[in-house]
């Protein structure tokens, strides 16, 4: 089946590599170690450019490092949404007697991915571009896309679930398929420490 993979990044990331050493992931690698049967024809990363902050300069730079490592991959293909963070009030679980109810927090949220895999994954399934789709996500946000790929287009739609967490039970019981993204899978699906572009020579970032 021709498939084509559409990977919620932020999804992936806080549910299976954020404190972990598999953060160089070859995105195309695990794909293929989790759907062996399949004739992965693209994958879509839907991401944001985050912004630095005082206690983590480098981010961006990582960030950077790690999309310039996606980009050697041929069937890759990068979605920006947006990355805003800002300053909000909010009321404390437990606040000391007498003391202030409300504290300010800096709320940080990805916006536009949701939409964007949404939009691609409708409008490339009406143009015929894949037999089967595979979303890498949880996020029951979803679930509308998948009913209309399935019910209205008549296409497959799998779950690659990065979370340590059973599959949201809504996602489960309207996916053709699910399966769970394993440390194991991660593990051997790293990137080289070193990789070579058009531009040169690049390294995984320090501390990865």
Same mark, same amino acid.
């Given at each position: 089946m021709k498939t084509w993979v559409y990977i919620d990044g932020f999804n992936l990331y806080y549910g299976a590599v954020k404190d972990t050493r598999y953060k160089w992931l070859n995105l195309h690698a695990m794909c293929a170690l989790l759907l062996p049967n399949h004739q992965i024809g693209k994958i879509k990363y839907f991401t944001a450019r985050v912004s630095a902050r005082h206690d983590d300069p480098d981010k961006p730079t990582r960030q950077q490092i790690y999309l310039r490592? &996606? *980009?050697?991959?041929?069937?890759?293909?990068? @979605?920006?949404? *947006?990355?805003?963070?800002?300053?909000?009030?909010?009321?404390?679980?437990? $606040?000391?007697?007498? #003391?202030?109810?409300?504290?300010?927090? !800096?709320? =940080?949220?990805?916006?536009?991915?949701?939409? /964007?895999?949404?939009?691609?994954? @409708?409008?490339? #399934?009406?143009? +015929?571009?894949?037999?089967?789709?595979? @979303?890498? =996500?949880?996020?029951?946000?979803?679930?509308?896309?998948? +009913? !209309?790929? *399935?019910?209205? &287009? #008549?296409? $497959?739609?799998? @779950? &690659?679930?990065?979370?340590? /967490?059973?599959?949201? *039970?809504?996602?489960?019981?309207?996916?053709?398929?699910v399966r769970q993204i394993r440390q194991g899978v991660l593990a051997v699906s790293q990137f080289p420490e070193v990789l070579t572009d058009a531009h040169g020579v690049f390294h995984k970032p320090t501390g990865w």
């Open positions: 490592a &996606l *980009r050697t991959l041929p069937d890759i293909e990068i @979605i920006f949404g *947006r990355f805003l963070s800002h300053d909000v009030m909010m009321a404390l679980a437990q $606040p000391a007697p007498n #003391g202030p109810r409300f504290a300010k927090v !800096i709320k =940080t949220e990805e916006k536009g991915s949701d939409v /964007n895999i949404a939009a691609h994954l @409708i409008n490339d #399934g009406y143009k +015929k571009q894949y037999e089967t789709a595979v @979303i890498v =996500t949880n996020d029951s946000d979803l679930l509308e896309p998948i +009913k !209309i790929a *399935r019910q209205e &287009l #008549g296409i $497959p739609v799998g @779950i &690659l679930n990065p979370h340590k /967490n059973p599959t949201s *039970r809504v996602l489960a019981q309207h996916a053709s398929f």
